[in-house]
């Protein structure tokens, strides 16, 4: 019986972050997947890359917990799709802060985010490859 009070709660504390790894999939709601489906409606997935430059990360669409879009401008030819490891979880109503040491962002780079009202640090994420989208010509 004294063996089993301490392995519980052991068991418990190693377990608990199993079931937050990020290893399951992030639902958007109906209203993000259209918003989603709108930013690349009439774009053709490429070949994911591992770095962006600084000039395509000048407009940010956050797209619920799941998809951060970057590209030059809304209405440039390329967007690049992010899904970061896990998600990022309310990136959508504060800001995402990156530290560069160079131009580019990066797959692995670790971005924080922060809410400005309390000016705390509320989740962490962690860039995946970028997909870029490119419109289709007609």
């Known amino acids: 019986m004294r063996k089993l009070i301490f392995t ?12 937050n790894s990020g290893t399951s999939e992030i639902k958007l709601s109906e209203k993000n997947q259209t918003k989603f489906d ?23 669409r956050v797209v619920g ?14 967007v690049y799709v992010n899904e970061p490891h896990g998600g990022c979880r309310d990136v959508d109503r504060n800001t995402l ?13 670790i971005a924080q985010v922060k809410d400005l009202v309390t000016g705390t640090f509320v989740d962490s994420c962690s860039f995946s490859s970028f997909v870029p989208y490119t419109k289709t010509e007609s």
Do not use: H, W
Request: with cysteine; hydrophobic share 40%.
């Open 8 to 19: 519980l709660p052991l068991a418990i504390m190693l377990a608990a972050p199993a079931a």
């Open 38 to 60: 709108k930013i690349v409606a009439g774009r053709t997935a490429g070949k994911p890359v591992s770095c962006i430059s600084r000039i395509d990360q000048d407009n940010l």
């Open 65 to 78: 917990d799941k998809y951060l879009v970057y590209s030059r401008s809304r209405n440039a030819k390329t």
């Open 97 to 109: 802060v990156t530290r560069k040491f160079s131009g580019n962002l990066c797959r692995g780079e």
